[in-house]
């Protein structure tokens, strides 16, 4: 079993088994291109490979069709991760949140530091994290610390370094 069947049934980590996985439209239309694409255009291209170089002869030195095999597990390990992700993903869209004047899944968020250095945030599911492009976890320390506040409001943020108090700045959500 691999880490991504064991993360898949566990949950987002630090969150009861069975908690959902929330995602935006955009990052469940990615998995599911991502799906699509595997299965119907990668996997085919690698089994044709994988018969050809079994045609011909001792497989036991046929780097291709090992590789073949290596690659085919890896494609099915990952089409099963994302078809069981697909079945428990509850998409929202942030554009229809109507509390826009707090701190909620999807929010683009902007907050100030102790050392006045400004951040923008969105927080995303899990699957569409990325902090280099801004995009982190609902689940991340940051994006609980900020969840429910309001412009204004100061938050306590738990860091390696120790608590930091962090200020909400700005609270945006995509338009419908």
Known sequence: MSDDDDYDEAG????P???PFYMTPAGHAAL???LKRLWTEERPKVVEVV???AGLGDRSENADYQYGKRRLREIDRRVR???KRLERVQVVDPAAQTKREQVFFGATVTYAREDDREVTITIVGVDEADSHAGRISWVSPVARALLGARIGD???LRTPQGVETIEVVEIRYPER
Do not use: I
């Open 17 to 19: 088994p069975g908690t």
């Open 51 to 53: 018969s050809w170089a």
């Open 81 to 83: 991760f994302l078809r």
């Open 32 to 34: 599911e291109a991502e």
């Open 154 to 156: 100061q938050v306590k």
């Open 12 to 15: 987002p980590p630090g969150l």
